[in-house]
């Protein structure tokens, strides 16, 4: 029985075997057995984890916002934790974007954490996102499962920016395992006489991006993200295209998909089944498959895979 603190929207179970399972999760260390979300489960494509301070100052804020914005404008799906501060207005700026966003919680789907994010929880669900967890419904959050999920926030994002974060603090955990996940790490400088940007900082210094201004966010986003930035400056709205057809998503889906790793094509096949029911996935995956190729973006390696294409030096 549900009652009002309980997400309404469809439920989903994802363990490893199944073909629907996120692909950018598979080659992460100790990835989840199993994963409980509510809402779109076709939304756990790899796109950009935004993380930063609970406490955030208004400097971190407005960063979370305003980058995550960017990206999402660009059709790239937001992950983050759902927490207060730098976390929730990174979902928020997705949802003003009209872009799918996923939230990963510490404890389960039914025990909402904090209790004061149920409405923008909700609204990730109702705008085509994604409420999950690795722990089952009405699992507690504990101290120690926070830092855990942060290794999933990382995998599900092909890089992760870390916007505001003190030393120590769970937010820096996080770029520690987008390191681990092979993910590239991201940090917007703060002041040094900053006490919330001393981890943020001492990631520039140990070499993570650095996202001074919006030229240099827009230089990453394009290097990982390129084809999709692309499509959108050809003057197709972010939220245009999330309000678009079914098709629609699961073409930009396929391009996340195969954007994050080389795929199989026993391993598209599930995820189009997944994304399309109803329609014969492997004939409608061929073709897209093929317009990928011929646009430069995909290859098929020697292995039978298939994945980004490699540029010529």
């Known amino acids: 029985m549900t009652n009002g603190k309980v997400l309404a929207g469809p439920r989903f179970v994802l363990g490893r075997a199944d073909a629907g399972y996120p692909v950018a999760l598979r080659d992460v260390p100790r990835p989840p057995e199993v994963i409980y979300g509510v809402g779109n489960p076709g939304a756990l494509t790899a796109g950009l984890a935004v993380v930063g301070a609970r406490k955030a100052t208004p400097y971190g804020r407005g960063c979370a916002r305003r980058f995550a914005g960017r990206a999402a404008e660009a059709g790239v799906t937001i992950v983050s934790g759902g927490a207060r501060g730098c976390d929730s207005e990174a979902h928020r700026a997705a949802l003003a974007a009209g872009t799918p966003t996923v939230a990963v919680l510490g404890g389960g789907v039914d025990r909402l954490y904090p209790a004061e994010n149920r409405e923008l929880f909700q609204q990730i669900v109702d705008s085509g996102g994604a409420v999950i967890s690795e722990h089952e419904w009405g699992f507690a959050p504990l101290r120690a499962t926070f830092r855990e999920r942060n290794r999933i926030i990382a995998g599900l994002g092909l890089a992760c920016l870390i916007v505001e974060a003190g030393l120590p603090s769970g937010t820096f955990s996080t770029a520690d395992e987008a390191l681990a996940a092979g993910r590239e790490v991201w940090a917007v400088p703060g002041a040094i006489t900053s006490f919330s940007s001393r981890g943020a900082n001492r990631l520039v210094y140990q070499g993570a991006v650095p996202i001074v201004d919006d ?40 391009a996340l998909a195969l954007a994050a790793e080389c795929c199989s094509t026993e391993q598209l096949v599930g995820l189009v089944g997944q994304w399309l029911p109803g329609v014969a996935p492997l004939p409608w995956l061929m073709t897209e498959i093929a317009a990928l190729q011929r646009r430069g973006i995909v290859c098929q390696y020697p292995d039978g895979r298939f994945g980004p294409r490699i540029p010529d030096r």
Do not use: H, M
């Open 215 to 254: 030229d240099a966010f827009d230089d990453s986003l394009l290097s990982l993200f390129g084809c999709l930035k692309q499509e959108v400056a050809r003057g197709e709205s972010a939220a245009a295209s999330v309000a678009a057809t079914p098709e629609e998503r699961a073409r930009e889906s396929l």
